[in-house]
Structures are given as structure tokens and as C-alpha cells.
């Protein structure tokens, strides 16, 4: 079993960077490749990004590569997303979520966290 919580969110100009957490709790979180979704006003949830359980092997969606990092620290229990260079279009709930695949499909992710929210403003 394994818990998520994300933090991290909030208001932000375009251009400007926000750095997003994941603290999970259970014993097995080592053992999950862990992503990044997110969703907007009216948009169904997209894949953003992930990264394996050992963090070799990390994948980024097309819209933000090379502006997202994501990392992760088994030791701490906790995921990040380093966000550079915000757009408006990436306004949206942010979500992590835990798996057994290193996945773009939010099917293959077995437990997910509240979401928090990010807008940047133009």
C-alpha cells in the first residue's frame, strides 16, 4: 500500500518555475515507477512525465520536455517535479501517482495522490 500527498503548487508567472513534491508513505515505494499527471478546466488527465524505480529510465511527454525535471529520493520517500520556464497551457491539477510500469498510461498506475493545483498567469 502506498500513500501520496503532493505539495508544492500555487501562482506563478509565465516564464517563471515552481518545484512540485510527492511524499509517499509504505513500505514497497522503492519498488513503483512513479509519474506526474496533470488535468485542466475541462480537459481530460494527460501524462507529463516519469521516472523508473531506481531512476535510470525517465520519460517526458512532447509539451514539456526540456522545461520538466523529474526526480526522485527512496530514501527521503519523495518524488519531484522541477518545473522552468511555465506557460499558461500548463495551468492544471497536478497529480503524482505510483506504479508498476514506467507508463504513459494512467491505467498502469495503482495508486494516486489529492492533486495540487498550479496556475501560471500570462
Known amino acids: 500500500q502506498v500513500q501520496l500527498v503532493e505539495s508544492g503548487g500555487g501562482l506563478v508567472q509565465a516564464g517563471g518555475s515552481l518545484k512540485l513534491s510527492c511524499a509517499a508513505s509504505?513500505?514497497?515505494?522503492?519498488?513503483?515507477?512513479m509519474g506526474w499527471f496533470r488535468q485542466a478546466p475541462g480537459k481530460e488527465r494527460e501524462f507529463v512525465t516519469v521516472?523508473?524505480?531506481?531512476?535510470?529510465?525517465?520519460y517526458y511527454a512532447d509539451s514539456v520536455k526540456g522545461r520538466f525535471t523529474i526526480s526522485r529520493d527512496n530514501a527521503k520517500n519523495t518524488v519531484y517535479l522541477q518545473m522552468n520556464s511555465l506557460k499558461p497551457e500548463d495551468t492544471a491539477v497536478y497529480y503524482c501517482?505510483?506504479?508498476?510500469?514506467?507508463?504513459?498510461?494512467?491505467?498502469?498506475?495503482?495508486?494516486w495522490g489529492q492533486g495540487t493545483q498550479v496556475t501560471v498567469s500570462s
Open positions: 521516472i523508473s524505480w531506481r531512476g535510470s529510465v525517465t
Open positions: 509504505g513500505r514497497t515505494f522503492s519498488s513503483y515507477a
Open positions: 501517482a505510483a506504479g508498476g510500469r514506467s507508463s504513459a498510461d494512467e491505467a498502469t498506475y495503482d495508486y
